[in-house]
């Protein structure tokens, strides 16, 4: 009978057998400070994918190195390292091979996880996390490559730098890797499975099962050094490669890389799927588990006496809306910043729901479900770029992600002048149109820089930028826009020289067309 992998540890007795446990323990707020707000409102957001190959064999996880090469490289449960280039396709070349190590027994062991070192071109330093054969231990290892473009890498060249023994159930892994903005290695372990969190981990500071650990890879003479600003350095009985704990199946997690701060999907056992969000620098969070699941408390048993457990800013039923959630990334790329910036995307294996999550303006979290992705996402990724990836299980297919929108066609229309420019900078006016019939009430103009233009020194407009993205609100003098009339306004830009200028603009929210 063929089995399906995605479950990653939720099993339909184990959902029946979940307590019904209802009181709530204290619970602490997890957020990190509120993004601006992207142009176009979540439920007027929408996600579609395109398939851009297929053939791949139980894909895992995706990374994009960034040394300009545009590849993407797309771990296979077996052991395999694929490439994905967006104009020759999947290459048919495997660019790692570690099939003779990997443990692939169950529905969850296999090669997990991946990630390049930062500046690869310079560095080439290849991360794998995977469960390694005979016993299932959870291992990552490093490969030093001679150059960044190395086809294939000898499997030779592993070095493992950290091993954790996890023999008793072929469950929860975790295996995410990521290097974070500090530019330290993130590695997430599940809790070392079978169900209930039965050997106790999640909130035993004294083993790596149930966490997300930081470890410094690039200190000299060892295989990997623990930062001094780790949160349990020094505490007695404790592992200090710990960075965040009270985690079951840590499945993915990324980082923002606009504001640092570090998202986390906990799959979750028979009641609830949840998603994190800590703070960047937020040092040594208790998420829960297995004393909390989501929302609820799960085993008051498991619950330690003044612990601050930090709440999730985004769950969802379990065997409801779907079985087992799929992190993804915050959305940071250019082609759809004026409609996704800033919005989280995750997933659910047997669902298929592309969940948006974006931090509001006034505190809390807005999120909503955007429809249907694809059957079975295993993983989502980002390109170089900071477009969006989703890879999915048996299918095998690797498919883009495209956001669009709802909002209707506003009526207006937009000039764009470069007014002077010089060495270092330039100034830009821009005019808009009210070309309907009737007034405009206050207004937002946003557009995207095709190029690296930053804006300031606003005038006539409050102006902000977002990556790419730029918002401009009326200022208090000229909110209102007369049928057939315009308003101007302008800002400061950097850098000098000449750049692209951008071509599509929106009123509120909606493409001014
Ligand atoms: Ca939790």
């Known amino acids: 009978m063929r089995r399906t992998f995605g479950r990653l540890g939720v099993t339909a007795a184990v959902a029946l057998l979940a307590p019904l446990v209802l009181s709530a323990a204290p619970a602490a707020r997890g957020a990190a400070p509120a993004a601006p707000a992207a142009a176009v409102p979540l439920d007027q957001l929408t996600v579609t994918t395109t398939q851009v190959a297929s053939g791949l064999r139980r894909p895992t996880a995706i990374v994009a190195p960034d040394d300009g090469s545009r590849r993407l490289l797309i771990t296979e449960k077996a052991g395999t390292v694929r490439t994905y280039h967006p104009e020759s396709g999947l290459a048919a070349d495997t660019l790692l091979d570690l099939t003779d190590r990997v443990d692939t027994s169950g529905n969850e062991r296999g090669l997990l996880g991946i990630a390049t070192s930062p500046r690869f071109a310079q560095t080439r330093a290849l991360y794998v996390a995977y469960t390694a054969l005979p016993d299932g231990r959870v291992t990552l290892s490093r490969f030093r490559l001679d150059r960044a473009d190395q086809t294939p890498v000898p499997p030779a060249r592993e070095e493992i730098l950290l091993t954790q023994p996890h023999a008793e159930y072929p469950n929860h892994n975790g295996g995410q890797l990521a290097f974070g903005p500090d530019g330290y290695l993130y ?31 690039g200190c000299a003479g060892r295989p990997y050094c623990v930062p001094a600003d780790n949160p349990f350095v020094g505490t007695a009985g ?32 028979g009641t609830y ?5 800590l703070a960047r620098g937020r ?5 829960g588990w297995s004393c909390r699941e989501g929302p609820q408390v799960f085993n008051p048993d498991r619950c330690v006496p003044g612990a601050q457990y930090v709440e999730a800013v985004f769950s969802y039923r379990t065997s409801t ?17 004026d409609l996704a910036a800033g919005t989280y995307l995750a997933t659910d294996y047997c669902s298929g729901t592309a969940f948006a999550i974006r931090p509001a303006s006034g505190g809390g979290y807005a999120t909503r479900p955007l429809g249907e992705l694809t059957i079975q996402p295993t993983t989502l990724g980002v390109d170089a770029d900071g477009e969006f990836y989703l890879a999915n299980d048996l299918p095998g297919q690797l498919h883009r992600i495209s956001f669009g929108t709802t909002a209707p066609a506003a009526t207006c229309a937009v000039t764009y002048k470069v007014d002077s420019q010089w060495g270092t900078g330039f100034t830009a006016t821009v005019t808009v149109t009210n070309t309907g019939s009737q007034p405009v009430n206050g207004w937002t103009v946003g557009w995207t820089f095709p190029g690296p233009q930053r804006a300031s020194n606003w005038w006539n407009a409050v102006g902000s930028q977002q990556g790419a993205a730029v918002t401009a609100r009326n200022a208090n003098w000229n909110a209102t826009i007369a049928p057939g009339g315009s308003v101007s306004f302008g800002f400061l830009g950097t850098p000098g020289g000449a750049q692209p200028a951008p071509t599509t603009f929106t009123l509120n929210g909606a493409a001014c067309r």
């Open 187 to 217: 590695w997430s372990l599940g809790d070392g499975g079978g169900a209930d969190d039965v050997l106790n981990t999640g909130q035993n500071l004294g083993t790596l099962l149930g966490k997300i650990l930081r470890l410094d890879v």
């Open 238 to 269: 404790a592992r200090p490669e710990i960075w965040a704990y009270g985690l079951r199946n840590p499945w993915k997690f990324s980082f923002d890389p606009q504001d640092g701060s570090l998202w986390i999907a906990d799959v979750g056992q």
């Open 273 to 277: 799927e949840e998603v994190d969000h």
């Open 283 to 287: 040092a040594g969070a208790n998420l």
């Open 321 to 337: 809306d779907g079985c087992a959630v799929i992190g993804g990334h915050v959305y940071r790329g250019r082609q759809f910043a």
